[in-house]
């Protein structure tokens, strides 16, 4: 889990192959090669592993499967209402992302507030509801992606005597994190971004897969910290933080077409790169 620079960046390239297709009328596989340039981690029969999961799960769910996480840290405004007032927007401006469900959850200091709009794919069932507090009320999760392993490690959980009460990989999630600590991120297969509030220490944990493909954003100063799976959803916090264009990013933006590294299009808001965690 490290930051991969501008210059150890990933090529990835699609070859065709004849044959019989998964249909039995004729086949097409895909390989990948990779340009791993000075990535030090970089394993290209593990890349491979995990881009044709990422392919056969978009072409079964459907490539817009997603969900939309939020989530605020507050240090000192002392106005809950408009606290509660804002994750509330978080979760309308994010409703799209997740049209099953939408719900918030904060903590009894009002210090902890987080948002999740659910789209529901594996359990269908209200028990998958977000945020999810564990069964000791130590633990709450909002997550957006999917654990492609999560049924090997719904295994070990059971035999090391974890109830689980849902068929869902982000129970598996919040009770391995439970159990493992901050070391079960090594043990994940998948697309994510999810962040783990840890009740009892007041800390705060977000994670973003490997390859980067679940979005975060997140905004900090003195008052607060506040993310989302969308940086739309954060200019609500225009009330208390001055946003600002930023040229060098307009700049970047035309002479690449992106804008990179932990950048946006604003100065405040910034992106949390794949790979990376934050913990507060």
């Avoid at 069932?125 to 719904?154: A, L, T, W």
């Avoid at 990179?260 to 992106?271: R, S």
């Amino acid at each position: 889990w490290i930051n991969i620079s501008q210059k150890n960046c990933i090529d990835v390239v699609f070859k065709k192959v004849r044959g019989n297709n998964i249909f039995g009328v004729g086949k097409e596989t895909r390989s990948f090669d990779f340009n791993l340039g000075n990535v030090m981690w970089g394993v290209s029969d593990v890349y491979f592993d995990y881009m044709l999961k990422r392919f056969w799960s978009r072409l079964i769910i459907g490539y817009w499967s997603m969900c939309g996480i939020s989530g605020i840290l507050n240090f000192k405004i002392k106005d809950d209402n408009f606290l509660l007032d804002l994750i509330k927007n978080f979760n309308r401006d994010l409703k799209h992302r997740g049209p099953n469900n939408s719900d918030i959850w904060h903590d009894k200091n009002n210090y902890c507030y987080l948002g999740h709009t659910r789209l529901s794919i594996l359990d269908l069932s209200n028990k998958g509801n977000q945020p999810m507090v564990d069964r000791d009320k130590k633990f709450v999760i909002s997550f957006n992606g999917e654990i492609y392993n999560f049924r090997e490690i719904r295994k070990t959980l059971i035999l090391l005597g974890v109830k689980l009460s849902s068929s869902s990989d982000t129970e598996i999630l919040l009770e391995g994190f439970k159990i493992f600590g901050k070391s079960f991120i090594h043990h994940l297969d998948g697309m994510f971004a999810f962040a783990i509030y840890d009740i009892e220490e007041q800390k705060l944990y977000i994670y973003r897969d490997r390859a980067g493909e679940k979005p975060l954003y997140y905004v900090y100063n003195e008052n607060l910290f506040a993310f989302s799976s969308e940086f739309k959803s954060l200019l609500n916090l225009k009330k208390i933080v001055n946003f600002s264009i930023s040229k060098q990013s307009i700049f970047e933006f035309l002479a690449l077409r992106y804008i990179p590294n932990e950048k946006t299009i604003f100065n405040e808001i910034k992106k949390l790169q794949p790979g990376c965690f934050i913990e507060i």
